[in-house]
């Protein structure tokens, strides 16, 4: 597994956890971290994002208020058809989706022009979460946490992507998905799901799944797919050019 | 394009050409033939999904008298000026060239449960040891009054697409300022439950602009329809005073239409209208019926997991002639069906692994410009019939972005479905 391979298993169980688990206390993303670390870590963001008195857009949108906001939202900004698309369909910046979209923008956003790699640490990724924190208005939005709680405290979960997918089950199970999923790979409406690396693809059906993706449709199709079912789709479509 | 008469009859002179040729070459193969009826949302995807899965192990016969398809999905917003014809139009050339499926431009005229033989209307008698049905809908007849399909042309249904929806467009245009457009809706179950107000709305949507004093009124013997909400929500906001829906515990039964005088009488009261669009009561495709597998209500009882007719396991009967529990009578159920049909087919007859069936379904449909909705839902097979497993519909006050979204969506779908049947 990649490293960045293992960092999104971890966004995935995470995100399992807080879905399956809601009574179980505030876990992972929701933990406060550290606003002065936070600033620090902002620098990488800083390439294109603006925060703070005067703030304005520049490569990205600028991030005040940032909290409880729908995502694409902030006008005059121009975003990528993917994150409007996202924001229509009820996604909302809030500590969770933000630390799955900071761990790996793609995997919660399908097309975000959002040219980061990612935040790999859950640590950092709390401090940032913080530091953005101060510059909302809604502050009540993030839970607070028993500090000496640490996100790294949740143990991956690689067994879902060490699953091997059966490609011919998953050849049957995308009869389901090719009534509106192109099987050339084009797009007239619905984006491509050709090719992808089939860990890529294994997160995004799981970000459905496990309802952090807005989707009605896909979190309808996703969320009654086995885990087994999954990887078969997954080793299938990575199989197509 | 347009419908012409020529070229219908243009069309009828070669089918009736070509009717024999490739039916001999069936025969002579000693391969395990499946003979699919009708080439339509699952008639086209249960051929292309046997000769693509079984790599030429299965002989498959596509028999189909048209050789263009119209689908009536998408055919409203034709009529609302969305579309063109044209790109509702789908031919059989790559389901045979691509991938080897006899395709037969005749009409299936009679099935042989005992011999295994379908009898066609240019006289030959094709063998199968799979047949499937697809055949789409026939009218009741009788359940309006006063109609019957020989009052087509005055008072059009508009509900097997092509020139009938031509037609009614064109009546539309031609209304007189201020004129009336009546709908006869039809009583459940139907193919596309949604159809008949999306069709409202995209008739509202071409009146406002050309015709705004004109009103819509629909004669409706449910007391309640799909997504009537989000539909008369959206009429409200986007053609307000416009469109009266009128249920028949409101007004009293249709008693009658009167097409050469273009009266409907309702309730004891006589209205006169510009046009009317009778949808009347439906059942299986009349080929289901000449098989001898319908119920008494006039559709195909069939077997959830497979889509086998209650009657005779040999055939298998898709789409809108399925009587088969939850699933809507659509484009997107039917080719959800055949996927699950041609699974079990191709296992009963090549042996190859059969996977447990799973269907789905999503109906957008187009209220006014970038003004989509939709409804869907997953089911499953129970021994008793397809059941509902979970589903979501959208809301009414959703803003615009998500709307348009819906929208751009429903269009990717139709891009995917129509290359799902033909390749
Ligand atoms: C106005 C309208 C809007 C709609 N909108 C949508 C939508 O947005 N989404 C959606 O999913 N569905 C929609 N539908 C429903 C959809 O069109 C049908 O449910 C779907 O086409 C059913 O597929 P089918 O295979 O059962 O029948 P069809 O697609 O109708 O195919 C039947 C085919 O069989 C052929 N046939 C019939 N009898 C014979 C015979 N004896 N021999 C040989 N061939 C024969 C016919 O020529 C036809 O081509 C709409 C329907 C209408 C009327």
Redesign the interface.
Known sequence: MSVWTARIVKAVSLAMVLAVSPASGPVGASEIGDAKTGARLFQVCKACHRVGKDARNSVGPHLNGVFGRVAGSVEAFRYSEGL??A???GLIWTADSLDAYLENPKSLVSRTRMNFIGMPSAEDRSHVIAYLRAFSDKPSDIPEAEPTSTATDHAVDPAILAIVGDP??G???S??C???????G?????PAITGWPREDFVVAMHAYKTEIRPH??M???A??LSDEEIAGLAAYFESLE | MSLSRRSILKGAAATAALTTAPMIMGASHGKPKVVVVGGGAGGATVARYLAKDSKGALDVTLIEPTRTYFSCFFSNLYLGGFRSLESLGHTYGTLASEYGINVVHDWAVGVDRDKKTVSLAGGAALPYDRLVLSPGIDFVDGSVPGWDVTKQNHMPHAYKAGSQTELLKAQVEAMRPGGVFAMVAPPNPYRCPPGPYERVSMVAHMLKEKNPKAKILIFDPKKKFSKQGLFQAGWENSYPGMVDWLDAEFTGALEEVRPESMELVVGGEVTKADVVNVIPAMKAGRIAEQAAITNDKGWAPVVPATLQSREDENIHVLGDSAHQGDMPKSGFSANSQAKVAANAIRGALTGSKVFPAKFSNTCWSLIGTNNGVKVGAAYEATAEKIAKTSGFISQNGEDAALRKQTYEESIGWYAGISKDMFG
């Open positions: 409007i698309r924001g229509a369909d011919d089950y050849e049957y199970l009869g389901e090719l009534t509106c999923h192109q099987k050339s084009s797009d007239s409406g619905i009605p449709v979190r309808m199709i969320g009654r």
